[in-house]
């Protein structure tokens, strides 16, 4: 039997209820619990360097999946996970090559560990298996499980955005790095742009050939890209929107009838916080009517906190929140609170039910989930409104939201105000348009279209 093999840098708690970090996690989790199958990736925890590779592989089993994990030495995680895919990956394909920095040494690194998961996999995987390879992290597994004779056909799907070819380019080993991500069989995006991007470089750069669509030829192989829009599962969702918990209740008795403008992200430049402060500010600024009537709660969750840039966006962050809650706030009114901390995702959910408007405004995004977690969260007979960045993924499929440019202020306080005065008729069309897009591309739906093209390689690539 084939089984499927997914592989992620990233991967869930495997109690559930804990909270997830990030929407890989989320996803993938929710997805392999349906039809089971094994998982590889690291495990979160970083050991000193003397103890030296290869480290041990840990198994745990949860229902249908199992688990594999291995620790990471601090050389391997500073130049692998911290330098080169956090530090220059990450930003470069969110369009943020200013906050980037390269060194040939955390590239080195980057393969090296890309080498390492590719040694501890070798014993998990039959010759008939197919493995499923998420994300940055690990552009360069297939060249090494090739490399270690894996025959298996290899996918990988990538959750964040691709950059235009001029600016891959800005990374100095952009050259290794597709040599290396050419050797996948089928490579999946979120979006059409992400595909096209990615085509672009393999044809002027790379003298690839573009044979049907999606098909590329390359350097003598076959390759194959798509377009598969992650999803949420929404009848899950759903049930989790309308449980009660201490949490929730404490949230709506604290608000005691005030509209919730209310937004969840982990803590990272590319969510657009600041440029979103700034537009709740004006807001409030603009619209005296509306003081005491409304509050905004930020969730904003630590994220990659010994990286540079990330340790700045938080120290900016506590300085503006603080700063517009003294210029705005009465004695018994906060406008702006601010957590710094998680959730569980059951808990996140009624919450969203609960709030007038969903603010989701990342500056690039590959697809974030927390805009259709709202969706699926609200109720079709009196919904919220989604207020959404033109440059999230999720906006080529929730084109009903409230579509905004982050880095227009004024246009997204005037959002916020046409949503919170939003007629309930619109609401309630805009919300079935966008629950509709939500179903259609489910996280089934993703999994299967996925695992289906790379199961067959003759089929046709798919178009979402
Ligand atoms: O693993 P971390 O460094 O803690 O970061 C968390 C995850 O962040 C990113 O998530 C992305 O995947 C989502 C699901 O496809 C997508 O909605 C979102 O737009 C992406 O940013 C990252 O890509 C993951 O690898 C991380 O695990
Ligand atoms: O306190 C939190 C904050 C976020 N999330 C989940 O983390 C995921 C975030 O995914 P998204 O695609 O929005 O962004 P990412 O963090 O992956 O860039 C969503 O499923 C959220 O529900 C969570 O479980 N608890």
Request: net charge neutral; glycine share 8%; aromatic share 10%.
């Amino acid at each position: 039997m084939s089984r499927l093999i997914v592989v992620s840098n990233r991967v869930a708690p495997i109690t559930e209820g804990e909270p997830t970090a990030g929407g890989l996690a989320a996803g993938v989790m929710d997805a392999l619990r349906q039809k089971g199958g094994r998982w590889f990736g690291w495990s979160g925890s970083v050991v000193p360097d003397m103890v030296t590779p290869p480290l041990p592989v840990t198994e745990q089993r949860s229902g249908p999946v199992s688990l594999y994990t291995m620790d990471l030495n601090q050389g391997d995680y500073d130049a692998y996970y911290k330098g080169f895919a956090n530090g220059t990956l990450w930003p470069v394909f969110h369009y943020q090559a200013g906050l980037s920095r390269f060194d040939w040494a955390e590239f080195a690194g980057y393969r090296r560990v890309n080498g390492r998961f590719a040694d501890a996999l070798l014993p998990l995987v039959a010759p008939q298996d197919v493995v499923w390879v998420h994300d940055y992290h690990l552009l360069c597994l297939a060249e090494a499980l090739r490399a270690r004779g894996a025959g298996n056909r290899i996918g990988l799907f990538l959750h964040i955005p691709f950059p235009a070819p001029a600016l891959l380019m800005n990374i100095p080993a952009h050259a290794e790095l597709m040599a290396a991500m050419v050797q996948y069989d089928l490579i999946g995006f979120q979006t059409e742009p992400d595909r096209q991007a990615f085509a672009d470089y393999v044809q002027r750069e790379m003298g690839g050939e573009a044979r049907a669509e999606g098909v590329l030829a390359v350097g003598g192989r076959v390759l194959r890209t798509g377009v598969y829009p992650i999803g949420v599962q929404d009848d899950l969702l759903r049930a989790e929107a309308a449980q009660d918990s201490p949490p929730v209740a404490a949230l709506r008795d604290s608000l005691r009838g005030r509209a919730l403008v209310m937004s969840v992200d982990r803590l990272d430049y590319s969510k657009g916080l600041p440029q979103r402060f700034h537009a709740y500010e004006r807001f409030l600024a603009e619209n005296p009517a509306w003081h005491r009537r409304v509050e905004f709660a930020q969730i904003a969750v630590p994220s990659r906190s010994d990286v540079q840039a990330y340790q700045e966006i938080r120290r900016e962050l506590e300085g503006e929140a603080g700063r517009i809650n003294g210029r705005f706030a009465e004695l018994d009114w906060t406008p702006l609170r601010y957590l710094n901390r998680s959730f569980a995702r059951r808990d996140l959910m009624p919450m969203y039910a609960g709030a007038q408007v969903g603010l989701v405004t990342p500056l690039r995004d590959g697809m974030n989930l927390v805009a259709k977690e709202y969706v699926a969260a609200q109720n079709p007979a009196d919904p919220g409104v989604l207020v959404l960045s033109r440059f999230a993924g999720a906006a080529r499929e929730l084109d009903a939201a409230l579509l905004v440019n982050p880095h227009d202020e004024q246009g997204m306080a005037a959002a916020l105000l046409q949503a919170l005065e939003m007629p309930l008729a619109e609401r309630r069309e805009r919300h079935a348009a966008m629950f509709a897009a939500m179903r259609h591309n489910s996280l089934d739906r993703w999994r299967d279209r996925f695992e289906r093209d790379l199961r067959q390689p003759a089929a046709l690539p798919a178009v979402a």
